[in-house]
């Protein structure tokens, strides 16, 4: 199962990250996981919001460039190997991860979120394998 993530690319200045947080706030959408990355120029935010539709519209609204796309969220428990057992399912797989960063769920488990390659593809070695996903 796909969820939905947000990215919005913002100019890398004082006060602009703040900007948005203020638009999700004023708009009642939780934040439950973000990734920042950025070059010289621009920064590209990622978030797992609690209303991914809601938040592209009122991001744009504001004059944000925002956009959703599907990716997966997979449980990993506190066990050392954890993520080098994820890892090689995928590449086993033939599945390339092109990002991913951390997410913790209401009853506070960990979660990975990843980007790749071909996100069916690994949606399906996830879900043949032993690891659990993390529905919205």
Not at 10 to 27: F, P
């Amino acid at each position: 199962m796909f969820i939905k993530q947000l990215t919005v690319f913002i100019e890398n200045r004082a006060g602009r990250l703040e900007e948005v947080a203020q638009v999700l706030k004023d708009n009642d959408i939780n934040i439950k996981s973000m990734s920042l990355a950025d070059t010289s120029d621009y920064g590209l935010l990622r978030f797992i919001l609690s209303d991914s539709e809601k938040a592209v519209k009122v991001l744009k609204d504001a004059g944000f460039s925002a956009m959703a796309a599907d990716v997966i969220a997979v449980k990993l428990t506190q066990q050392v190997g954890q993520l080098s057992e994820l890892l090689n399912v995928l590449s086993s797989a033939s599945v390339n991860v092109e990002y991913m960063y951390g997410l913790t769920s209401d009853d506070q488990s960990a979660f990975i979120v990843l980007k790749t390659n071909d996100q069916n593809k690994a949606l399906e070695a996830i879900k043949a394998s032993s690891f659990e996903l993390f529905t919205a």
